[in-house]
């Protein structure tokens, strides 16, 4: 009997799907993409309009084929792919492929049974089998949007990065967005390295009411008018005209201060909220999110997902989730905390797409508690953050009792020189007793928040304990981290929330910036992304212009939205670009054949230095070398700059000069296979080196976390193998913060598995009952019985095929390690016990015996913008 075929993305979500619809259908996976630009050749005939070359992706061909076959047998074709650009894109392209009438003419294959487009904004029963009810035509609108959006990247992807393979290096890529966005950071690192610190002063009060407790006030002026005490000197005379002085409160201010709760997720405000409170990459908490979105295993009640679609700037929520989040809240924490009416939030971007959902539980009555046996350590942080979000976007606000104080003090001179404090005290917690949102930085709430006052009077005296100057100076803006730069781009407008995860990865992959190790990692521009940037800006300014590209965002939205045809968009993106792309040409400098003067000299012959670009950047070489002379001096050294990779306390700490050991001549910086490090300047006569990495220590960072064992601070610490976190109280405490999983050792049962690194870098898995039980694992396990040899766990395993569980016996031994045997331990002489052997719970099967593998999922999605130009 002929069945409904329905075609989504990932088999996860497929896997979700048959089970809400059942016999009546099949639902199958198209992997993604299916058909793409060639990644040969331009693939856009822009004589021809813009005309495009789409193919069926290499490796795709088996899917396709095997969609096609299930398509004619079925009696109807349902394509339920992401509601985004992307999935309309999607179900246009397996429109064509399949044959469909409602592939916009653009099929030569035609077929009478019906083809529709399905969309829902939640994974479950209900939301499921109401999409099916409505079912709608393909968005051709959507699907011209994200076709220019493809288009736009190739274009720059395979005209620019050409140029940067001629003028810097073979293997550089730019993006239309990936540029700016490195462009963004490029332009912080000059503003920090132009700042000039300026010095300033600050003066505290220790003060004493009638009553405790005793509390600071800060100078703000005198006589009413704000003054800055800009150093030591003009600190001291205020400090002598103080003393004696008579100290009495001006004017006591109370209000009452609101707080309001904050709207329900983004995709980007969850983005930042992921970086600053759970230290997860941008990519990495958009992947949890994912697999949360498209389905998990709830014990009896299935496989459900637990999540709204994670990629949206809306934060409309649907009626029937406002009531169920309303019943909680008067359930679980009291009428108090329950608005009259439901909080209305309005979408700040003007191209929201309000059909759908800010990013909420599909259902708020599955709580973090209920849900945490079935989820992954990962999983449930993400689950519990947007849980908690939009329970508070639902409540009362904050209430805060603020009092503001002035001080006057009676100066030697018979000035008033005035101080002020502000406390806060929370008076009702409403939303914050759920959640309260992150920050980049501290603000004048968390400082008032601080200053804890006694009732002060107007006209009342107050005693003077001690007065505190202190130094400062100004500081530099700060660096960009993930959530900063998110922020930054959609504030700006460049790029969409769900492509940031794409974009940072790719300027990190490429090497075009680092960032410093720790939470909240700091990004810093290498010596080929300052290059690179400057290039590109100087040389097509339009095109890595933040106006132009925003204005391209919204030429797109307006072509989504039916308001701009897609052709007039690229036509006037075009002209522009080829006007900058042929300037470019011929003025980009090439920096391959830089060889700049410098006012250094040879330290082996003392001929002028000049400074060269190699593979590694730029480097200093004797003028005197000749190619055709072999007794010419080669002579060369590192440029500090090109060693950016060191991070700022090793950068800092290595500007004073230092002299070999051995020899006493000049140490200079290096950059070998291991990284960087110091090497003598008498080579080869003198070989000493030092290795930064033993010698550079950074300080202990604290955190704002307790130790579970002993209630002290935890630490951030590096060791010999990396970063870790352990108790500030060690040696007394010994505890250390282990990452784990959530799965249990399948070998002895009772430990719990870690993440662990290894000497080399490189992450493994491993049983925290270590030494007692020896159980490692290359890829992450999985708490999932093999179905073919019984195994009791398998591995998460990501190739560049997509993503797979596979057993771990079909994972083949190489011959040196099958060889290697564990040392057998001599007992000792006149020893009656025999050790008792390691409990072992793994059954014994010959590795490479089992060929179980199961696809949950595609590999990480490279940005299309990146995708370089295959030179055949």
């Given at each position: 009997m002929p069945k409904g075929l329905v075609i989504v993305e990932s088999p996860a979500k497929a896997k979700t799907i048959q089970k809400y619809l059942g016999p009546g259908y099949d639902v199958e996976a198209s992997l993604g993409h299916i058909k793409d630009l060639p990644r040969k050749g331009l693939g856009v005939d822009i004589e021809n309009d813009f005309a495009t070359e789409y193919e069926v992706i290499p490796g795709k061909e088996k899917v396709v084929?095997?969609?096609?076959?299930?398509?004619?047998?079925?009696?109807?074709?349902?394509?339920?792919?992401?509601?985004?650009?992307?999935?309309?894109?999607?179900?246009?392209?397996?429109?064509?492929?399949?044959?469909?009438?409602?592939?916009?003419?653009?099929?030569?294959?035609?077929?009478?049974?019906?083809?529709?487009?399905?969309?829902?904004?939640?994974?479950?029963?209900?939301?499921?089998?109401?999409?099916?009810?409505?079912?709608?035509?393909?968005?051709?609108?959507?699907?011209?949007?994200?076709?220019?959006?493809?288009?736009?990247?190739?274009?720059?992807?395979?005209?620019?990065?050409?140029?940067?393979?001629?003028?810097?290096?073979?293997?550089?890529?730019?993006?239309r967005v990936q540029t700016v966005a490195l462009r963004l950071i490029v332009e912080r690192e000059r503003e920090i390295q132009k700042f000039e610190k300026k010095e300033y002063w600050t003066l505290d009060?220790?003060?004493?009411?009638?009553?405790?407790?005793?509390?600071?006030?800060?100078?703000?002026?005198?006589?009413?008018?704000?003054?800055?005490?800009?150093?030591?000197?003009?600190?001291?005379?205020?400090?002598?005209?103080?003393?004696?002085?008579?100290?009495?409160?001006?004017?006591?201010?109370?209000?009452?201060?609101?707080?309001n709760p904050v709207p329900p997720f983004t995709t980007s405000k969850f983005q930042q909220d992921a970086s600053r409170k759970l230290?997860?990459?941008?990519?990495?908490?958009?992947?949890?999110?994912?697999?949360?979105?498209?389905?998990?295993?709830?014990?009896?009640?299935?496989?459900?997902?637990?999540?709204?679609?994670?990629?949206?700037?809306?934060?409309?929520?649907?009626?029937?989730?406002?009531?169920?989040?309303?019943?909680?809240?008067?359930?679980?924490?009291?009428?108090?905390?329950?608005?009259?009416?439901?909080?209305?939030?309005?979408?700040k971007a003007q191209n929201a797409q309000e059909a759908h959902e800010a990013i909420r539980p599909s259902s708020v009555m599955r709580t973090p508690e209920e849900v945490k046996a079935y989820l992954q350590d990962d999983e449930l942080k993400v689950y519990k953050l947007i849980w908690q979000r939009f329970v508070a976007s639902q409540?009362?606000?904050?209430?805060?009792?603020?009092?503001?104080?002035?001080?006057?003090?009676?100066?030697?001179?018979g000035k008033h020189y005035n101080f002020r404090v502000t406390g806060s005290v929370l008076k009702f917690e409403g939303f914050l007793k759920v959640y309260e949102e992150s920050k980049e930085a501290k603000d004048d709430e968390d400082e008032s928040l601080k200053h804890k006052l006694p009732a002060l009077e107007e006209g009342q005296k107050l005693r003077l304990e001690s007065l505190k100057p202190e130094q400062h100076f100004t500081e530099p803006p700060p660096r960009y981290n993930e959530a900063s730069l998110v922020k930054e781009l959609e504030e700006r407008g460049i790029g969409r929330p769900s492509t940031y995860a794409a974009i940072i990865s790719t300027?990190?992959?490429?090497?075009?910036?680092?960032?410093?190790?720790?939470?909240?990692?700091?990004?810093?521009?290498?010596?080929?992304?300052?290059?690179?940037?400057?290039?590109?800006?100087?040389?097509?300014?339009?095109?890595?212009?933040?106006?132009?590209?925003?204005?391209?965002?919204?030429?797109?939205?307006?072509?989504?939205?039916?308001?701009?045809?897609?052709?007039d968009a690229l036509h006037e993106f075009y002209g522009k670009f080829e006007e900058d792309l042929e300037y470019a040409g011929e003025h980009m400098e090439n920096i391959k054949r830089m060889e700049k003067a410098t006012d250094?000299?040879?330290?082996?012959?003392?001929?002028?230095?000049?400074?060269?670009?190699?593979?590694?950047?730029?480097?200093?070489?004797?003028?005197?070398?000749?190619?055709?002379?072999?007794?010419?001096?080669?002579?060369?050294?590192?440029?500090?700059?090109?060693?950016?990779?060191?991070?700022?306390?090793?950068?800092?700490?290595?500007?004073?000069?230092?002299?070999?050991?051995?020899?006493?001549?000049?140490?200079?910086?290096k950059r070998g296979r291991f990284g960087t490090f110091m090497a003598c300047t008498g080579y080869p006569e003198c070989k000493t080196t030092r290795r930064l990495d033993s010698a550079q220590k950074k300080p202990d960072q604290p955190l704002d976390e307790k130790c579970p064992?002993?209630?002290?601070?935890?630490?951030?610490?590096?060791?010999?193998?990396?970063?870790?976190?352990?108790?500030?109280?060690?040696?007394e405490c010994k505890y250390i913060k282990q990452n784990l999983i959530g799965v249990k050792c399948p070998k002895c049962g009772k430990g719990e598995i870690v993440e662990k690194k290894a000497r080399r870098g490189n992450y493994f898995y491993g049983c925290n009952n270590y030494p007692d039980c020896d159980f490692t694992a290359a890829y992450k396990p999985v708490a999932e019985k093999c179905p073919e040899c019984g195994s009791p766990y398998l591995m998460e395993r990501t190739n560049d095929k997509g993503v797979f569980l596979v057993c771990p016996n079909s994972i083949k031994k190489s011959a040196k390690a099958a060889a290697k045997k564990p040392p057998v331990k001599a007992e000792?002489?006149?020893?009656?016990?025999?050790?008792?052997?390691?409990?072992?719970?793994?059954?014994?099967?010959?590795?490479?015996?089992?060929?179980?593998?199961?696809?949950?999922?595609?590999?990480?999605a490279e940005s299309p913008e990146e995708a370089q130009p295959t030179v055949a």
């Open positions: 084929s095997q969609l096609r076959k299930l398509a004619r047998a079925a009696n109807a074709i349902y394509l339920a792919p992401d509601p985004d650009r992307e999935g309309e894109a999607i179900a246009a392209h397996l429109a064509e492929e399949l044959g469909s009438q409602a592939d916009g003419g653009r099929s030569r294959k035609k077929q009478e049974k019906p083809v529709l487009r399905v969309t829902f904004n939640e994974i479950t029963k209900k939301a499921v089998q109401e999409a099916f009810k409505q079912p709608r035509e393909i968005n051709w609108n959507l699907v011209d949007a994200q076709q220019t959006r493809r288009i736009l990247d190739r274009l720059v992807g395979f005209q620019v990065s050409p140029l940067l393979w001629d003028k810097v290096r073979r293997g550089l890529s730019a993006g009060a220790r003060l004493h009411g009638a009553k405790p407790p005793a509390f600071d006030a800060r100078f703000l002026g005198i006589d009413g008018d704000k003054l800055e005490i800009a150093n030591e000197e003009a600190s001291q005379r205020i400090l002598k005209a103080l003393e004696g002085a008579g100290w009495t409160v001006a004017t006591v201010k109370k209000a009452e201060r609101r707080r230290g997860m990459t941008v990519k990495r908490a958009m992947m949890v999110a994912q697999r949360l979105y498209e389905g998990v295993e709830l014990g009896a009640e299935g496989t459900i997902g637990l999540i709204t679609y994670m990629r949206t700037d809306s934060v409309r929520v649907s009626n029937e989730a406002l009531t169920e989040v309303r019943e909680l809240i008067g359930r679980d924490y009291g009428q108090g905390f329950m608005p009259s009416e439901p909080n209305v939030y309005k979408t409540m009362t606000p904050a209430v805060f009792d603020q009092t503001t104080v002035d001080i006057h003090a009676t100066g030697t001179d300027i990190v992959d490429r090497g075009y910036v680092q960032k410093t190790a720790g939470r909240g990692g700091k990004f810093f521009p290498t010596e080929i992304g300052f290059v690179v940037t400057e290039l590109l800006v100087e040389n097509l300014k339009d095109i890595f212009d933040y106006q132009f590209t925003a204005r391209m965002e919204e030429d797109l939205d307006e072509i989504e939205d039916g308001k701009k045809k897609w052709t250094q000299k040879c330290e082996r012959c003392g001929s002028p230095l000049v400074l060269k670009w190699g593979k590694h950047g730029s480097f200093f070489a004797c003028s005197a070398f000749d190619k055709k002379d072999p007794n010419s001096c080669t002579f060369t050294k590192e440029n500090p700059i090109n060693l950016t990779d060191l991070g700022e306390a090793e950068i800092s700490s290595n500007n004073e000069e230092e002299f070999c050991e051995n020899c006493g001549k000049p140490m200079v910086l064992d002993c209630g002290r601070n935890l630490l951030l610490r590096n060791g010999r193998f990396g970063e870790f976190i352990s108790c500030s109280g060690y040696p000792k002489k006149g020893s009656k016990k025999k050790a008792a052997e390691p409990v072992n719970l793994l059954p014994e099967v010959e590795p490479g015996s089992c060929s179980f593998q199961k696809k949950i999922g595609d590999a990480p």
